[in-house]
């Protein structure tokens, strides 16, 4: 439970909102890369903290990023030509560089001497990883870039899916780090009992089951340097099931992943208060992605949702309640709703009633430890920052080359005696 100050304090994103301070410490993901696609491609609109800019490519491929209200009179520069190394303002011809420098006020006589004067408000741009990047923050202080895993294989080995959600990114992240609801939410039913995927699949010992056959796990949440381990251990028998997600600042998650197979992050960025955008990226850190597996995640519908075309829109959406099957939820799943994350979005988007859940209401029990503890972090990272210390981790790109792990081991193993290979990213 938060006071609603806590609430308030973590939440807001705005510009001069405290939280919305923090992420602007911070290189923030905006869009695809594929949107920006080629120089001179058309323009993009993205509102991101609260704040509404335009994207676009110059000729030379330079990625610009731009408030979307021109500094003449305000005309929304989506709309303008992308030319010759700028952006023309289609209302009166104006025209600015991926800087904000203005090149051209070509409807005044004054406009040669003038444009000197004049400025787009800019912020810095980078395409890494299959997205482009804005760094939104105080312009004396870049930092680093995240060093994650994904960001750094080839473009080969990932595939990312973005969405849009009508929810603050708090409570969608929450569920990212909140591995206690897997043997519920994500779970499935045979003959009457709750399975995991793997019994479904006709899978022998997919390990998934065990999330399943013990609901109620041990957790270990440990402070890092990018953020916070958390991790649930669950008995399997004669030994431990073991997960291991990684939660990095200030709003990706690694979810737990075998050794030798592909990870998960999601992504969770602030649009504004009441918006956020979803990466769902997932990678293999040593080869390219097969074409079954990349089958799998445009087309079957499970792990990626299937989306609206045209859009970042789920087609399992707030609108349809999310395609809930009541017949599906009787015999086969938890919650008859047939893709992963939709099956989060149901339970997420929409938390005491709106976009934004009060926190002052909840009633956390033990399993509530990972979430309890990432609210912890940012609230001190939010009021260091109001007494004005600057975000450590924002100066260290590196500490972020960690992975999430899933492991199954014999109950005298530990994860820092055993498994500690495994937590080290290998891009
Ligand atoms: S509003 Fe953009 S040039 Fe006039
Ligand atoms: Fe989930």
């Not at 969608?172 to 009992?193: N, P």
């Given at each position: 439970m938060l006071s609603q100050e806590e609430n308030d304090l973590i939440t807001k994103v705005g510009p001069g909102a405290p939280m919305g301070e923090l992420a602007r410490r911070f290189w923030t993901p905006l869009l695809l890369a594929s949107e920006l696609p080629a120089a001179d491609c058309d323009p993009v609109r993205v509102r991101i903290l609260g704040e509404d800019l335009v994207a676009f490519k110059d000729s030379n491929g330079a990625v610009g990023l731009l408030e979307a209200w021109c500094p003449h009179r305000g005309a929304d520069l989506f709309f303008g030509r992308n030319e010759e190394a700028g952006l023309r303002c289609v209302y009166h011809g104006w025209k600015f560089d991926v800087a904000g420098s203005c090149l051209d006020v070509p409807n005044a006589p004054e406009g040669a001497t003038f444009r000197e004067k004049v400025r787009a408000r800019a912020y810095p741009a980078v395409e890494r990883g299959g997205v482009v990047w804005g760094y939104l923050g105080p312009p004396e202080s870049v930092p680093d870039f995240p060093e994650m895993e994904w960001t750094r294989v080839p473009d080969s080995h990932r595939y990312i899916?973005?969405?849009?959600?009508?929810?603050?990114?708090?409570?969608?992240?929450?569920?990212?780090?909140?591995?206690?609801?897997?043997?519920?939410?994500?779970?499935?039913?045979?003959?009457?009992?709750?399975?995991?995927?793997?019994?479904?699949?006709?899978?022998?010992?997919?390990?998934?089951?065990?999330?399943?056959?013990?609901?109620?796990?041990?957790?270990?949440?440990?402070?890092?340097?990018?953020?916070a381990m958390l991790t649930a251990r669950r008995d399997a028998g004669d030994n431990y099931y073991w997960r291991v997600n990684q939660w990095m600042i200030p709003f990706y998650t690694m979810i737990a992943a075998r050794p030798g197979d592909t990870v998960l992050c999601q992504v969770k960025v602030p649009v504004d208060d009441e918006h956020a955008v979803a990466f769902r990226v997932r990678w293999h850190a040593d080869r390219p992605l097969t074409p079954e597996e990349l089958a799998v995640y445009r087309d079957k519908g499970v792990l990626f949702p299937e989306m609206i075309p045209g859009e970042f829109r789920t087609r399992e959406n707030k609108a349809n309640d999310y395609r809930i099957d009541r017949a599906q939820q009787r015999h086969y799943s938890f919650t008859g709703i047939k893709s992963i994350p939709a099956q989060d979005f149901a339970v997420t988007e929409v938390q005491h009633g709106g976009p934004v859940s009060d926190r002052t209401r909840e009633r956390l029990v033990s399993s509530d430890a990972a979430i309890i503890q990432v609210r912890r972090r940012l609230l001190r990272s939010v009021r260091e920052l109001q007494e004005g210390q600057e975000p450590p981790e924002a100066r260290n790109g590196g500490a972020f080359r960690v992975r999430s792990l899933d492991l199954v081991m014999p109950k005298t193993a530990t994860i820092e005696n055993d498994a500690r290979e495994h937590l080290v990213a290998r891009a």
């Open positions: 899916s973005k969405m849009f959600l009508d929810c603050n990114y708090l409570q969608t992240m929450e569920a990212d780090i909140d591995s206690s609801h897997l043997g519920f939410l994500h779970s499935y039913v045979k003959g009457g009992t709750v399975v995991g995927r793997a019994v479904i699949d006709g899978r022998a010992n997919g390990i998934e089951d065990f999330a399943a056959a013990d609901r109620a796990p041990s957790w270990t949440v440990k402070d890092t340097d990018y953020g």
